[in-house]
């Protein structure tokens, strides 16, 4: 009887360090699963970002004669910031001619939208209608 004196307090810590390393094991997984949810949302969070600066670039085209006239040779930069936060976001518009076409009548826009370390781009190509002194989109092809 004198030999199995401590075999009972053996068990015990070894099962206690088994249920350790076990509950060590779950709290990693879950802030694995925390941080890839954080990085999704922040993903849709400049998607949509970016969408939005392809939205100000159609309207800036549809509005000012003025933008139109300075897009045709070169590019015009637009950078906005969302809110105070850092986690709100903040979008960067590149609007100027399609590399692509030798034309007056079509513009790129290029909208980057960043939330921490999440970055989305859209690219929207835009032919241009001229109509009495005003230049509205005819139409509009968007690349993701």
């Keep these: 009887m004198g030999r199995e004196r401590g075999s009972a ?37 400049a998607q949509y970002l970016a969408e939005a600066g392809i939205q100000y ?10 933008f139109v006239s300075q897009t045709e040779t070169g590019i015009n930069i637009t950078t906005s910031t969302l809110g105070a936060l850092p986690t709100a976001g903040s979008y960067t518009v590149q609007t100027g001619p399609d590399p692509q076409f030798n034309n007056t009548k079509t513009r790129q826009i290029v909208a980057t939208g960043m939330v921490n370390q999440a970055k989305r781009q859209v690219v929207a190509n835009i032919t241009l209608a001229v109509t009495t002194g005003e230049c509205q989109p005819l139409m509009i092809i968007w690349n993701y």
């Design 9 to 45: 307090t053996l068990l015990a810590l070894i099962m206690m360090m088994l249920l350790g390393s076990m509950g060590m094991a779950l709290l990693l997984l879950s802030n694995t699963d925390l941080q890839i949810a954080s990085n999704h949302r922040d993903g849709i969070r």
């Design 57 to 66: 670039g159609v309207s800036k085209l549809k509005t000012d004669a003025e």
